[in-house]
């Protein structure tokens, strides 16, 4: 079981950046691979990056590739978002997630929010263009 709390959402002006973090409980924040994802009102929940257990490998969703650097450390039992160039269809409610059962193949491949056991409660980030 792990819980997850995230920060740094706000209020932030078009071409400018923002830094989330999710921090988590437990002694085993290792074994999770983790996950960055965003919901607009009324809108499905999406995939925005992912990192595996030792953060040496990424994804990104298109939307976000080269604006965006998702970064752990497991050491802080915390995983970051870095959001740079900011667009007004950026914003969104962000939520961190975390999986410890699916190899990180599966999870890059199917690029989803589906399957992810553990979840934040969210952090809202709003880009005025």
């Known amino acids: 079981q792990v819980q997850l709390v995230e920060s740094g959402g706000g209020l932030v002006q078009a071409g400018g950046s923002l830094k989330l973090s999710c921090a988590a409980s437990?002694?085993?924040?290792?074994?999770?691979?983790l996950g960055w994802f965003r919901q607009e009102s009324g809108k499905a929940r999406e995939i925005v990056a992912a990192?595996?257990?030792?953060?040496?490998?990424?994804y990104y969703a298109d939307s976000v590739k080269g604006r965006f650097t998702i970064s752990r450390d497991n050491a802080k039992n915390t995983v970051y978002l870095q959001m740079n160039s900011l667009k007004f269809e950026d914003t969104a409610v962000y939520y961190c997630?975390?999986?410890?059962?699916?190899?990180?193949?599966?999870?890059?491949?199917?690029?989803?929010?589906?399957?992810?056991?553990?979840w934040g409660q969210g952090t809202q980030v709003t880009v005025s263009s």
């Open positions: 990192i595996s257990r030792p953060g040496d490998s990424t």
């Open positions: 997630a975390a999986d410890q059962i699916r190899p990180w193949t599966s999870i890059r491949d199917s690029a989803s929010a589906i399957g992810w056991r553990f």
């Open positions: 437990g002694r085993t924040f290792s074994s999770y691979t």
